[in-house]
């Protein structure tokens, strides 16, 4: 069984910076890609950036050109780096370990774990 857990959500003002990680444990191997996503109080969850390694990857909208996914091997974490936040971005950010396969639609997902979310608030 794969356990996933998310770290690095906090409280910034608009315009700063954060890093979140992510860390997976438990069968790593059986996981070929990795997705951040994230729910805002009262909206569906959404996604948000993901990666099957290296530098392709499929980024929403709404944070292409502010945020970075980074994963290199399974042994290390997944980073989520978001910069110039805005108050938008304020949800729960939770991290998708999955086998399947990232494209310029978005993940294809075989099966998945989550892991239970970090908190990222952004206001001044």
């Known amino acids: 069984q794969v356990q996933v857990a998310e770290s690095g959500g906090g409280l910034v003002q608009p315009g700063e910076s954060l890093r979140l990680s992510c860390v997976i444990s438990?069968?790593?191997?059986?996981?070929?890609?990795m997705g951040w996503y994230r729910q805002a109080p009262g909206k569906e969850r959404e996604l948000v950036a993901a990666?099957?390694?290296?530098?392709?990857?499929y980024y929403a909208d709404s944070v292409k050109g502010r945020f970075t996914i980074s994963r290199t091997r399974s042994e290390e974490p997944t980073y989520l780096q978001m910069n110039a936040l805005k108050p938008e971005d304020t949800a729960m950010y939770y991290c998708r370990a999955f086998w399947g396969s990232v494209g310029p639609g978005g993940p294809t997902v075989g099966y998945d774990y989550w892991g239970p979310g970090t908190q990222v608030t952004v206001s001044s």
């Open positions: 438990g069968g790593i191997y059986s996981i070929n890609a």
């Open positions: 990666t099957m390694g290296g530098d392709d990857a």
